[in-house]
């Protein structure tokens, strides 16, 4: 054989395949090769995995607070009021509302009354915070509105209160029900203020996907609200809802200028950001910690290829010798490697995605194995464990292992490529 050959001719490949084929009493080392195959399998499926439920998470995060919350929450800094008590409350909270509206951007502007009271029913107290809302506005509240399951007519909702499915699992209520709300701060008299006790009736019982949302949360009509926590002509903040939630920050300015003077502003972030942080800090080393295991996997290939060139020495000095260059036999081992890295990657992103595309039915075997109880709401927030699937994680995963694959595979290849013909043929 004389001259120069293509690279990756076809007899490399045959070659190389020859060889990944062989029998260890052919001087093969197929063993170590589906060893090296698993552990690039597995490490890549975990990558995969991980980073699916990675992005499950935070999207069903970000999802619940922005279907459930206010994006920005416009209130007033505190001020003396006209009996000379300080207080935080919005007197014109109307004409604001249609400023802040105007801004572009924003999509809905809703008055808000809120307080903590504790609601009794069946011989069982819970304490809530409860929202005044008007009709029109509850409806466009996603994960109140349209939520992932939902008992009674939410168009009854100015006849009685709406309450989260956790509130009516922990006073043991159902539609049509009626719970006393108590609270400490009501009526003023020439005594003092005595506890406010009123009756609702449960027109509504939704599940917005969030624990914290669903076992803490009633909804009820704003006129209403206003009477019981006597708050007669003023709101206590709106509940701004903008276009672009991730772009919020940009609308502050508008948003303060369109408010008045002594407005202040809260956003979806402000609340959740610490928790979003701790999302992303966490996103790094997890990918850190996967990637150092998809290089240990990788390191498997080095040793079957160094077996490889061992036990080849001799074929390596008659290719030599015949005319084969170093960078065939370099092509040749380089095959033999990346082709392992390149058919394990292939297999655990079949493995990651089916396991992010079934992962309720995976959840739902091993919480069986278990004898159930594995995910604690109260504890994650959330009802089951999310798993999102995107390209741009399995690509990170395919780039990062058959990187690897590809670099590791280059050092035993390099030793076979310079290996001396004369010395390789000495004791044969």
């Not at 093969?28 to 195959?37: E, K, Q």
């Not at 003023?234 to 407005?263: I, K």
């Amino acid at each position: 054989m004389t001259g120069h050959t293509a690279p990756f001719a076809p007899f490399e490949w045959m070659i190389a395949w020859r060889y990944l084929r062989a029998r260890r009493a052919e001087g093969g080392v197929s063993v170590m090769t589906v060893i090296s195959f698993l552990g690039i399998m597995l490490a890549v499926f975990a990558l995969i995995a991980t980073l699916s439920v990675r992005s499950g998470f935070r999207a069903e995060f970000v999802d619940t607070i922005l279907g459930a919350n206010a994006h920005v929450t416009v209130y007033s800094s505190v001020h003396v009021d006209d009996t000379g008590r300080t207080s935080r409350v919005i007197d014109d909270y109307q004409e604001m509302a249609e400023r802040v509206a105007a801004v572009r951007g924003v999509t809905r502007v809703a008055p808000l009354i809120k307080g903590q009271v504790m609601v009794s029913a069946h011989g069982r107290n819970s304490g809530v915070e409860v929202f005044g809302i008007a009709h029109d506005d509850l409806r466009t509240i996603p994960r109140v509105a349209d939520p992932t399951q939902a008992l009674g007519d939410i168009e009854r909702f100015p006849e009685g209160v709406a309450i989260g499915s956790g509130v009516a699992r922990e006073l043991n209520v159902a539609l049509g029900d009626t719970v006393r709300v108590i609270s400490p701060d009501g009526v003023r008299t020439a005594f003092g203020t005595s506890p406010r006790i009123s009756a609702y009736e449960v027109v509504y019982i939704f599940t917005a996907g969030r624990y914290d949302i669903d076992r803490t949360r009633l909804y009820m009509p704003f006129d209403e609200a206003q009477i019981y926590f006597n708050r007669d002509g003023v709101a206590d903040e709106l509940e701004v809802m903008v276009t672009h939630p991730d772009q919020v920050d940009a609308l502050r300015l508008d948003l303060l200028r369109a408010g008045g003077e002594r407005v202040m502003l809260w956003t979806w972030r402000d609340s959740a950001g610490s928790f979003l942080r701790a999302l992303d800090v966490e996103d790094n080393v997890m990918f850190v910690i996967l990637s150092i295991l998809v290089l240990i996997a990788a390191m498997n290939i080095i040793s079957g290829l160094i077996m490889l060139v061992k036990n080849k020495g001799r074929d390596i000095g008659i290719l030599r010798t015949m005319g084969l260059s170093e960078g065939s036999v370099l092509r040749v081992f380089f095959i033999c490697g990346a082709s392992v890295g390149v058919l394990g990657t292939v297999a655990g992103v079949a493995l990651g995605c089916l396991f992010a595309i079934y992962i309720d039915t995976v959840f739902s075997f091993v919480n069986y194995m278990s004898g159930g109880g594995v995910w604690d709401p109260s504890i994650r927030g959330i009802y089951a464990l999310p798993a999102q699937l995107r390209l741009e994680d399995v690509l990170k995963a395919v780039g990062l292992s058959l990187s690897l694959s590809f670099i590791v595979t280059i050092f035993p290849a390099r030793r076979a490529a310079r290996m001396n013909p004369v010395e390789a043929l000495r004791y044969e």
